[in-house]
């Protein structure tokens, strides 16, 4: 019995039209990735997204007054994010290096947008356009490392299921730094596995340059390091003599080398694409290390449990489920169920039938799901988000699994062979893959898990909200009587300002946190409106104005996939 799907691409090329087809299917691919990243970018404001959209403000203005050393904005670092939002700034809004000023606030941003009739969702949005793009392009790229790998379908399959994957396109789409990391991770990762395989020198260039531009957009990124050195260490008996000596040419020339240039590979994009380094390589890449050394240590929050904001919930504590906790949350049942058909053979008897080349580029995808998780669960900081570059591998796995199963069927019934089984399941797999996308368009960030309970009752769990919503406020407080002159207060105000700002309202802040005194509850209760949100309720803070707001009835509620996500208050 071989279970090997098509993984040998002369399978495929049996028939004259065999080329046509994968060729087909390729531009039915890149659409599939590229269009749900691509829709209604200008729809709703996340939570983190006004500050990147600041950031790239400040990191135009360095470019065009060529002061470098300010192109450091965080220690994130953001840099590819950065270059995208500048993008936009050079296209929607250039005269900003002549108008803007090093360190802007919120409110002297948004009068410059104002005075200039800029409306920062289309740059937002525009923004976004070169983030979707980008990962859009890694993505594609990686598939054809991935078909080197694990063969023609089983690659399609998984990138199809990519392609679809809701966690993904939710943050492939933002102006932030996840969904661009995973993409970077992923092709670094699938270029270096082919490299191990074929010893192709332009193969592991490839990778050092993707994890070079994943350094440079989020620390996370680095994690890839440690997996990277484990793949190029598994063969370590294979460089010992009969007699157990080292053979330490052979080692340094097939280890150490490629470790070496790998690196240096990397090392050298970070240099070159982010202009900090040029003026204070050491410096800048000091404080980026003192950043994630403090992130980890639970600078800017632990692990985002709804019970993160009770009072049994120690800050310190590492949570070592958390990430597996949240994949379950946010995957979807056809994946988790081809992952659960993947361990099934690979731990039965069965996977002696997988041929050994694909056997072992399994492993070591395998591997860095077993080791980015360790990894990142060691800091104390954490977010579903970060996890999202093990989706990606995770994908690519399932969908072998389903073909695997489809196989090992053929071989159990003959009379399963006559409706070409894998291309039947692969079919259906797509398709139960596109539904929860589908269904959540274009809040994919509210896609949890069915099996689980789904949105009903992630709440329960999970923090839940990063914006949505908020725009269906501002678009009911814009018809509100003389609402330009009105004060309004917001939970996630920039988020909500990004949004009304062209509506001519701007709102201001509700505070993270979980008090409020006579004076600030004063201050709240002199505005003309409240907006709060979903994950304000779940934190119930501030205390004091929800417990006053409880005694008020909302003038509108923005309900998403039947839950209440966001309430606006009239106050006088």
Do not use: C
Not at 115 to 129: D, G, M, Q, S, Y
Not at 246 to 272: C, D, Q, Y
Not at 345 to 359: F, M, N, T
Not at 389 to 414: N, R, T
């Amino acid at each position: 019995m071989n279970l090997n799907p098509f993984t040998n691409s002369q399978n495929l090329a049996q028939t004259a039209r065999s080329r046509w087809v994968e060729l087909g299917l390729l531009a039915v691919l890149l659409v599939a990735i590229a269009l749900p990243r691509m829709l209604a970018l200008g729809r709703f404001v996340t939570a983190d997204e006004p500050t990147w959209g600041k950031r790239s403000a400040s990191f135009y203005l360095a470019l065009a007054e060529k002061d470098y050393s300010a192109t450091y904005q965080t220690g994130h670092p953001g840099v590819t994010t950065m270059w995208a939002g500048a993008a936009a700034y050079a296209l929607r809004f250039p005269k900003y290096q002549n108008l803007g000023q090093p360190a802007i606030g919120d409110t002297k941003l948004f009068d410059l947008f104002q005075r200039h009739a800029i409306n920062p969702l289309e740059l937002l949005a525009t923004a976004r356009l070169f983030i979707a793009i980008t990962v859009t392009v890694t993505l594609f790229a990686s598939y054809f490392f991935a078909r080197q790998i694990i063969g023609i379908w089983p690659a399609l399959l998984g990138f199809f299921l990519i392609a679809f994957e809701p966690m993904d396109v939710a943050h492939s789409r933002l102006l932030h730094t996840n969904g661009l990391v995973s993409a970077f991770t992923l092709f670094s990762l699938l270029a270096f596995i082919y490299y191990l395989r074929k010893r192709k020198l332009f193969a592991l260039l490839l990778s050092g340059v993707a994890a070079g531009l994943g350094f440079a957009t989020v620390t996370p990124g680095f994690v890839l390091v440690p997996a990277i050195i484990v793949l190029n260490l598994m063969d370590l008996s294979g460089y010992r003599t009969p007699q157990g000596h080292w053979e330490l040419k052979r080692f340094a020339k097939n280890v150490i080398a490629p470790l070496a240039i790998w690196g240096a590979t990397s090392l050298l994009v970070l240099f070159l694409i982010w202009p900090a380094m040029w003026v204070d390589p050491l410096g800048t890449f000091t404080k980026m290390i003192n950043f994630t050394l403090n992130a980890t240590e639970g600078g800017g929050g632990g692990a985002q449990f709804v019970a993160a904001y009770n009072s049994e919930y120690d800050p310190s504590a590492k949570y070592f489920y958390f990430y597996p906790l949240t994949y379950l949350w946010r995957s979807t049942p056809i994946v988790l169920a081809g992952l659960l058909l993947a361990a099934i053979i690979l731990i039965s008897r069965r996977r002696k039938a997988i041929d050994a080349g694909l056997r072992r580029n399994i492993y070591d995808l395998l591997i860095f799901v077993l080791v980015f998780p360790v990894v990142m669960s060691l800091g104390t900081k954490k977010f579903d988000r970060y996890y999202l570059p093990v989706y990606l591998v995770f994908d690519l796995v399932a969908a072998l699994g389903w073909l695997f199963s489809a196989e090992w069927l053929i071989k159990k019934i003959d009379r399963l062979r006559s409706i070409r089984l894998p291309l039947v399941a692969g079919a259906l797999v797509i398709l139960a893959q596109i539904v929860p996308v589908v269904q959540n368009y274009p809040y994919y960030l509210t896609y949890y898990n069915p099996l689980l309970g789904g949105l009903k009752n992630a709440p329960q769990v999970m923090m839940v909200g990063w914006g949505e919503g908020l725009n269906d406020a501002a678009l009911f407080l814009q018809k509100q009587p003389d609402i330009g002159h009105k004060k309004i207060i917001a939970w996630y105000p920039l988020a909500f300002t990004w949004y009304s700002l062209g509506l001519g309202m701007e709102a201001d802040p509700i505070n993270i946190t979980p008090e409020a005194d006579a004076a600030t509850m004063a201050e709240y209760l002199s505005a003309d409106y409240a907006v709060t949100y979903i994950n304000e309720q779940q934190r119930n803070m501030p205390k004091q104005l929800l417990d006053y707001l409880a005694t008020k009835k909302p003038i509108y509620t923005v309900k998403i996939h039947g839950m209440d996500f966001a309430w606006v208050y009239k106050l006088k």
